[in-house]
């Protein structure tokens, strides 16, 4: 496999400034909206898909003993409605098992949580949160092309997270150093 092989796929160019000449990088945008239709457009522009989607990004951690390297193995959309719709009698997807997984769940919503309280609330599902992860892997699994989340802990999902322009790039050379052990 080579680097072109792999399609990185980052929400901000600041999670992907150290991501080495030779791989096909695609900025998303920020939320659940921009990543899966950025990823959907990319994947359906293709003459042969990728032979992996390789979503880098930072996160919150919903546990204050969480920090470095994450490689989730499901992933939640937290702010559906999910309950209610089945109620009404429709399947909404609300969870996505990522295979290869390091076992650690990652809770993904249009919220930048940043609050304790809600970081709490999270933490009684899953292990870190983010804003791309669910819409990244949904987009995949439509296109049947494999996926692995890589997620770097950039602060504590609270006040602190109002400070992530100021480590994206610490985490951006470790995902980068991740990215490259792995498919490089």
Request: proline share 3%; with cysteine; glycine share 8%.
């Amino acid at each position: 496999m080579t680097r072109r092989d792999v399609l990185v796929v980052s929400a901000t160019a600041a999670e992907a400034a150290h991501v080495p000449d030779g791989y096909d990088v695609l900025v998303t945008g920020i939320g659940k909206v921009a990543s899966a239709s950025a990823v959907a457009a990319a994947l359906a522009s293709r003459d042969t898909p990728p032979e992996w989607v390789v979503n880098i990004g930072t996160v919150g951690a919903l546990h204050a003993h969480h920090s470095g390297m994450f490689v989730p193995s499901r992933v939640l959309n937290h702010d559906i409605s999910a309950d209610v719709l089945r109620s009404m009698g429709y399947d909404a997807q609300d969870t996505l098992d990522v295979a290869g997984g390091d076992g650690s769940v990652l809770a993904t919503g249009d919220v930048f949580v940043s609050e304790a309280a809600v970081r709490d609330e999270l933490a009684r599902r899953a292990d870190l949160v983010d804003m791309e992860g669910f819409a990244i892997a949904w987009a995949c699994a439509r296109a049947s092309v494999p996926c692995r989340l890589v997620k770097h802990v950039s602060d504590g999902a609270d006040e602190s997270a109002l400070s992530w322009a100021q480590v994206v790039d610490a985490s951006a050379g470790e995902l980068a150093r991740w990215l490259t052990g792995r498919f490089g």
